[in-house]
């Protein structure tokens, strides 16, 4: 049994977006209910601080930080169409990006031996110098920079499951050999960007890995493409840290993806990287929440995770799939880097 950390607070309710806006405090509040119900050995509660602007400066230019801090003063605010924001928006992305650093230290300090940050708004869409995409402030992308200048570590995974590309995590390390960001995520659709020929560049070119995929995919299709092109590539990479961008907008009753993933496809691919996590980064493991629209979805897909990083299952075998070829062109851009098995 490993033991888990989870972050999960009220005032992640506080971001205020508006009437009808997906991304609303109720999928706090039904998570919150969850966690009252859901009891695990070895799982720890842990309370969320607030990330300092130096801690966002990792990431995002003062210019950005200064925009998103300005927003305290107004009750409303938009940076763009999808992006709304109010009073309280700013302190609560702080708290957002804070949830998953101490996370992170609990983790790397072995408090705990991974975990999930539930926490909103999400971030992955965040440039550095720009809000868009329900996102102010790239969680993941600070979470991975934090790695590497508190604790040292040299090589980390960002796995971005969310069905929208992570065009703000794979542009904060496009040119950096030392972060591998692998993506899946519905082809072509918002923010537009994640092209399987989007490979990185200078020494960061083959450390990204877009994995783009038509609409209609379910858990089969995942499950292979993350056995058979995910899994060798990170094991190739050696990570000494596994932080996972866990939308769940793949899920067959998100309103906003169009993909047929259940909470159980969630669960083999968060087992596929705890496997990857144990045998190469000590079992070193994060998740934080991305996306994810339709909340019984969202619910039932947190809890499968969850019980994943308990550490029950990763001795289980995965469901045998009949042999089938997944998209040639994305195999052959990657084996140019990595070796990938046969088709």
């Given at each position: 049994?490993?033991?888990?950390?989870?972050?999960?607070?009220?005032?992640?309710?506080?971001?205020?977006?508006?009437?009808?806006?997906?991304?609303?405090?109720?999928?706090?509040?039904?998570?919150?209910?969850?966690?009252?119900?859901?009891?695990?050995?070895?799982?720890?509660?842990?309370?969320?601080?607030?990330?300092?602007?130096?801690?966002?400066?990792?990431?995002?230019?003062?210019?950005h930080i200064g925009r998103v801090a300005a927003t305290a003063e107004k009750n409303y605010f938009a940076f763009d169409a999808d992006t709304p924001v109010s009073s309280q928006s700013y302190a609560t992305a702080l708290l957002a990006t804070g949830g998953l650093l101490t996370l992170?230290?609990?983790?790397?300090?072995?408090?705990?031996?991974?975990?999930?940050?539930?926490?909103?708004?999400?971030?992955?869409?965040?440039?550095?110098?720009?809000?868009?995409?329900?996102?102010?402030?790239?969680?993941?992308?600070?979470?991975?920079?934090?790695?590497?200048?508190?604790?040292?570590?040299?090589?980390?995974?960002?796995?971005?499951?969310?069905?929208?590309?992570?065009?703000?995590?794979?542009?904060?390390?496009?040119?950096?050999?030392?972060?591998?960001?692998?993506?899946?995520?519905?082809?072509?659709?918002?923010?537009?960007?994640?092209?399987?020929?989007?490979?990185?560049?200078?020494?960061?070119?083959?450390?990204?890995?877009?994995?783009?995929?038509?609409?209609?995919?379910?858990?089969?299709?995942?499950?292979?493409?993350?056995?058979?092109?995910?899994?060798?590539?990170?094991?190739?990479?050696?990570?000494?840290?596994?932080?996972?961008?866990?939308?769940?907008?793949?899920?067959?009753?998100?309103?906003?993806?169009?993909?047929?993933?259940?909470?159980?496809?969630?669960?083999?691919?968060?087992?596929?990287?705890?496997?990857?996590?144990?045998?190469?980064?000590?079992?070193?493991?994060?998740?934080?929440?991305?996306?994810?629209?339709?909340?019984?979805?969202?619910?039932?897909?947190?809890?499968?995770?969850?019980?994943?990083?308990?550490?029950?299952?990763?001795?289980?075998?995965?469901?045998?799939?009949?042999?089938?070829?997944?998209?040639?062109?994305?195999?052959?851009?990657?084996?140019?880097?990595?070796?990938?098995?046969?088709d």
């Amino acid at each position: 049994m490993l033991r888990t950390g989870l972050v999960v607070d009220a005032r992640y309710q506080d971001h205020y977006t508006g009437r009808n806006h997906p991304e609303r405090p109720t999928r706090i509040s039904t998570l919150l209910t969850l966690v009252e119900d859901y009891h695990r050995p070895g799982m720890k509660h842990l309370a969320p601080r607030s990330a300092t602007p130096e801690e966002i400066a990792l990431i995002h230019d003062s210019t950005h930080i200064g925009r998103v801090a300005a927003t305290a003063e107004k009750n409303y605010f938009a940076f763009d169409a999808d992006t709304p924001v109010s009073s309280q928006s700013y302190a609560t992305a702080l708290l957002a990006t804070g949830g998953l650093l101490t996370l992170l230290e609990a983790i790397m300090t072995r408090e705990v031996d991974n975990g999930f940050a539930l926490v909103r708004p999400p971030g992955h869409h965040a440039e550095r110098n720009r809000a868009m995409g329900f996102c102010l402030f790239n969680s993941a992308a600070i979470g991975a920079q934090y790695l590497r200048e508190k604790f040292g570590l040299q090589r980390i995974v960002v796995m971005d499951w969310d069905v929208h590309h992570g065009n703000g995590t794979q542009h904060s390390f496009y040119d950096d050999p030392g972060i591998l960001y692998v993506s899946t995520h519905q082809y072509p659709y918002y923010p537009g960007t994640g092209a399987a020929e989007e490979v990185g560049q200078g020494q960061g070119e083959g450390y990204t890995v877009n994995l783009p995929i038509p609409a209609g995919w379910g858990n089969e299709e995942y499950q292979e493409l993350f056995q058979g092109v995910i899994d060798p590539i990170c094991r190739q990479f050696d990570p000494q840290f596994v932080l996972i961008s866990a939308g769940f907008d793949a899920h067959s009753r998100d309103p906003l993806g169009g993909m047929e993933v259940t909470e159980a496809g969630f669960g083999t691919m968060a087992r596929i990287l705890l496997r990857i996590a144990r045998d190469h980064a000590h079992g070193r493991c994060a998740a934080i929440l991305e996306g994810g629209y339709d909340l019984k979805g969202l619910q039932k897909s947190v809890v499968q995770v969850l019980d994943e990083m308990a550490g029950d299952t990763l001795v289980n075998a995965l469901p045998q799939l009949e042999p089938r070829a997944l998209l040639p062109r994305i195999k052959a851009v990657q084996r140019q880097y990595w070796e990938l098995p046969k088709d």
